[in-house]
C-alpha cells in the first residue's frame, strides 16, 4: 500500500540556518512526488514537484528536493530559514493506480531569530 | 484569477444537524477532492471525483455526502451520522492525480 512517512513532527531552527525536512514513501511504481507548505488556518501551497527527470527539484521560495529512489526518500532543503518560512509543511505521493494523493502528518517548523 | 473557493471560512453546527461546505473552482479540472485535517493526523480524503457526476469514498467517507452536478463545483454535505465533526475541511482540485492539487483556503467547522 502507498504511504508517506515524515519521521519529524516538529523542528525547530535558527534563522539564517539550513534546513532539511525528512519524507519517505512506499509506493510500486514511479512515484508523482510532491511538497506543499501550509500556514495556520490556510490552505496548502505548492512547494515543488517531481514527475521524472533531474532528481533534484527546485521550487519556489527558495526551496529545494532531492528524489533518491535508493532510499524511498524525498527530502526538503532550504540554505537559510527565514523567519517567514515557519509554518507546516507536507509531503505527498500522487498514485495513478490509487487514483489519490497521499499526504504524510507534517511538520511543523519553527524559527526563532 | 484562477482558483479555488471555498465557504464559509468558519462555520458552527449544532447536535444533529446536517451542514453542507461549498467549493466552486474556475480552474477548469476535472479531479475535485475534501480532505479532513485535524492535528497530528495530516490529511486525510473524505470523498474524490474524477469526472461531473461521478465520485468515490475516501478512507473517512462515513458520515459525508457529496455530489458532482457541475464540472467547477463540488458540495460536502457533513451530516447527523458524522460523530466528530469539528475539524479544518480542505477542498483540492488537479488535472488529474500525476498533478499536483490546488487548494482552497479551507472551512473550519466546529460543533456547539
Known amino acids: 500500500a502507498q504511504s508517506v512517512t515524515q519521521p519529524d513532527i516538529h523542528i525547530t531552527v535558527s534563522e539564517g540556518a539550513s534546513l532539511e525536512l525528512r519524507c519517505n514513501y512506499s509506493y510500486g511504481a514511479t512515484p508523482y512526488l510532491f511538497w506543499y507548505v501550509q500556514s495556520p488556518g490556510q490552505g496548502l501551497q505548492l512547494l515543488l514537484k517531481?514527475?521524472?527527470?533531474?532528481?533534484l527539484v527546485q521550487g519556489i521560495k527558495g526551496f529545494e528536493a532531492e528524489f533518491k529512489r535508493s532510499q524511498s526518500s524525498f527530502n526538503l532543503r532550504k540554505p537559510s530559514v527565514h523567519w517567514s518560512d515557519a509554518a507546516e509543511y507536507f509531503c505527498?505521493?500522487?498514485?495513478?493506480?490509487?487514483?489519490?494523493?497521499?499526504f504524510g502528518t507534517g511538520t511543523s517548523l519553527t524559527v526563532i531569530p | 484569477d484562477g482558483g479555488i473557493t471555498q465557504s464559509p471560512k468558519y462555520l458552527f453546527r449544532k447536535e444533529g444537524q446536517n451542514v453542507t461546505l461549498s467549493c466552486e473552482q474556475n480552474?477548469?479540472?476535472?479531479?475535485m477532492y475534501w480532505y479532513r485535517q485535524d492535528p497530528g493526523q495530516g490529511l486525510r480524503l473524505i470523498y474524490y471525483?474524477?469526472?461531473?457526476?461521478?465520485?468515490q469514498k475516501g478512507d473517512i467517507a462515513e458520515g459525508y455526502s457529496v455530489s458532482r452536478e457541475k464540472k467547477e463545483s463540488f458540495p460536502l454535505t457533513v451530516t447527523s451520522a458524522q460523530k466528530n465533526p469539528t475539524a479544518f475541511y480542505l477542498c483540492?482540485?488537479?488535472?488529474?492525480?500525476?498533478?499536483?492539487?490546488?487548494f482552497g483556503q479551507g472551512t473550519r467547522l466546529t460543533v456547539v
Open positions: 471525483s474524477q469526472i461531473v457526476n461521478d465520485f
Open positions: 505527498a505521493v500522487g498514485s495513478l493506480t490509487g487514483n489519490q494523493f497521499y
Open positions: 480552474l477548469n479540472h476535472d479531479a
Open positions: 483540492a482540485s488537479s488535472i488529474g492525480f500525476v498533478a499536483e492539487a490546488f
Open positions: 517531481y514527475f521524472s527527470g533531474d532528481t
